[in-house]
């Protein structure tokens, strides 16, 4: 595996890097994850990726990760030593059974009863699409568990939906890429938030809109119980900015507590999140702190060496998907996280609007505010 880094973020440079690496004989596909600060438009990048023979496929994220650090601009180039099988889907923020019907189409395709336990799928989603839990629920009824599937959204933190999904075709918005790679891969997932209200119920939503709990409207109440823990005021304060240590948390069977992250007010005084919310859900108020964020970064780490169907050591690189929020959240300590996630390998990664992810044997899910490591073979 080849991992290379573009620090300017310019279209010219990325197509010199693009063409020398596909020239190589050991590189047999391309991930790209690229910064919401390059800037890119469909116009520029189209013309590079429908020239490639070599398969293709990647997003457009708030920011990467190289080097240890976080980057706000450039690209990451990995050269894949194996050749992916590349599908993308359209449309979703659709509907549900137009959705499904495409997942269907890519396992039928692919033959979801032959693809072996020890390829490794992966996902990247436009983050601001409405049917991204819809998507990921496809998903796991087409492919189940006995396969590894993780992945993430792209996009960026203006929260305004443009094409950020990389596939064969071009640049795409509100769309996804499933890529199929014949690569073993260990799996581990956390996030380190914690509890601090009573169970609410999700009494009206509308996909990723929280519109009321226990029939009050969702700002209502939320305003209430952050206000009360953090002795801020959202008067005072930028939504986000107090929001981004209060995420909510849904409990599923069998997964770490699916975290919800709210990135703004809707109308009615309902609220955005990155990721569907469904209706009679329980959620609880969660938050957490620079440590415990840190440390369930160790455990994803330690998640994935003890899931890995190889002995997993410093020579098997570590694919960090993590998400932008954290980093707002953590701030410089976001270099500590990234150094305990990593260890002593080779660390890339994106820091995403939502994260994907199942080890093979855990329920497949769409998380937002967490920690998904992922050491490849």
Request: with cysteine; charged share 25%.
């Amino acid at each position: 595996m080849i991992v290379q880094y573009e620090e300017t973020g310019k279209v010219d440079p990325f197509r010199s890097m693009v063409a020398e690496l596909s020239a190589s004989p050991d590189v047999q596909g391309l991930m790209v994850l690229a910064c919401d600060g390059n800037d890119w438009t469909a116009e520029e990048l189209d013309p590079v990726l429908t020239a490639l023979e070599t398969p293709v496929f990647g997003g457009i994220f708030p920011q990467i990760i190289h080097g240890r650090q976080n980057r706000e601009r450039g690209t990451l180039m990995v050269g894949l030593p194996v050749r992916p099988e590349v599908e993308w889907i359209h449309g979703l923020s659709g509907s549900a059974a137009t959705l499904a019907g495409q997942v269907e189409a890519v396992a039928d395709g692919w033959g979801a009863d032959l693809i072996e336990s020890s390829d490794t799928l992966f996902v990247f989603v436009d983050g601001l699409g409405r049917g991204i839990s819809t998507l990921v629920e496809s998903l796991f009824f087409c492919f189940g568990l006995e396969r590894n599937l993780l992945g993430g959204g792209a996009g960026s933190l203006s929260f305004v939906q443009r094409p950020c999904i990389v596939t064969p075709e071009g640049l795409k918005e509100d769309a996804a890429v499933i890529v199929k790679l014949p690569m073993r891969s260990g799996v581990g997932v956390a996030h380190g938030w914690d509890p601090i209200s009573e169970g609410m119920k999700v009494t009206e939503a509308d996909r990723n809109v929280i519109q009321t709990l226990d029939w009050r409207p969702a700002f209502h109440v939320y305003r209430e119980l952050v206000e009360a823990h953090s002795g801020k005021s959202f008067e005072d304060h930028d939504f986000f900015d107090l929001a981004k240590g209060y995420p909510f948390g849904i409990n599923k069977l069998g997964t770490e507590v699916v975290v919800r992250d709210p990135f703004k007010v809707a109308e009615r005084d309902g609220l955005v999140c990155v990721g569907e919310v469904p209706s009679g859900a329980t959620v609880k108020l969660l938050t957490g702190s620079t440590e415990s964020l840190i440390a369930a970064a160790g455990r994803a780490r330690r998640l994935a060496e003890e899931s890995a169907p190889f002995r997993a050591g410093p020579e098997h690189p570590a694919l960090f998907i993590d998400c932008i929020s954290r980093v707002l959240y953590l701030r410089e300590a976001i270099e500590r996280e990234v150094e305990v996630a990593g260890g002593d390998r080779c660390l890339f990664g994106a820091l995403t609007l939502g994260e994907i992810a199942n080890s093979g044997k855990d329920y497949l899910e769409f998380y937002n505010k967490t920690a998904v490591l992922a050491l490849l073979d």
